[in-house]
């Protein structure tokens, strides 16, 4: 299969809705409580100062390093992340993202903006299920399972060979995207996908890219970095996304 010159993807910054399940989550509470639906969840201050330092980090790559192609989830706090970032680096509309639905976040269905905590007291049944399908298999009633989402996320990436061979392509996604960007690009088994996952949690704002490898497939080359955050004086965080982290 040909291959993408490079591969990149940027975690969006950290929402309001990263930071009600945190506070949510560490005070025992069922919901997190956030007004928003997934799709309308906006940044933070802080997260828009890291979407400022992925910008500044944009406009220090020599010109031929610089991404062909940018495509985006079109989620508010992916789509802000992104609009923010190029507009930082190369001024406003000098490039014009992609957005693709592909790249959503994974949809929870009836656990959505529930809490562990809530889950565990409102669908006992549905962690007994996770525990013995998997987090990779398990789907939430309504929902998707993580499999559910690296389908979608193959056909993407399968017209990006195809269409843009060659060119390198930054994506601007969620925690789960990254995750499984591995998986499809790596060809990590998922069993070891598991293992990655469980103990890892994907820096708001991080940056994570892959290049192409003699036999075809691809390497990766910085896993999860935040040193341009630090640099251009945006503080990392670690919330983990409720598709991660409750189902």
Partial sequence: MTALGWVGIVRHGQSSANVAMDQAEAAGLARTGSPHRDA?????????SQARAVGRWLAELPAEDRPDLVVVSPYLRTVDTARIALTT????G????????RL???????????????????????LARKKHLGRF????????????????????LSELRTEHA????????????????????????????????LPNVVANGSITTWEPTAGGGYRMVLAHG??????????????????????
């Fill in 94 to 101: 000098v490039v014009s993202p992609v957005f693709d639905e």
């Fill in 166 to 197: 060659g060119q390198r392509v930054l994506f601007f996604a969620h925690e789960i995207t990254v995750f499984l960007l591995r998986y499809l690009l790596e060809e990590i088994p998922e069993p070891e996908l598991r293992a990655i996952a």
């Fill in 89 to 92: 680096a190369f001024g406003e």
């Fill in 104 to 126: 959503r976040d994974r949809e929870l269905g009836v656990l959505d903006l529930l809490t562990s905590h809530g889950v565990a007291e409102r669908f006992p049944e549905e």
């Fill in 226 to 247: 935040t040193d341009h955050l630090r640099r251009h004086g945006a503080l990392p965080t670690v919330a983990d996304d409720a598709a991660t982290q409750t189902a």
């Fill in 137 to 156: 298999y398990y789907r939430p009633p309504g929902g998707e399972s993580w499999a559910d989402v690296a389908l979608r996320v193959r056909t993407l």
């Fill in 40 to 48: 309308d969840v906006p940044l933070t201050e802080q997260g828009r």
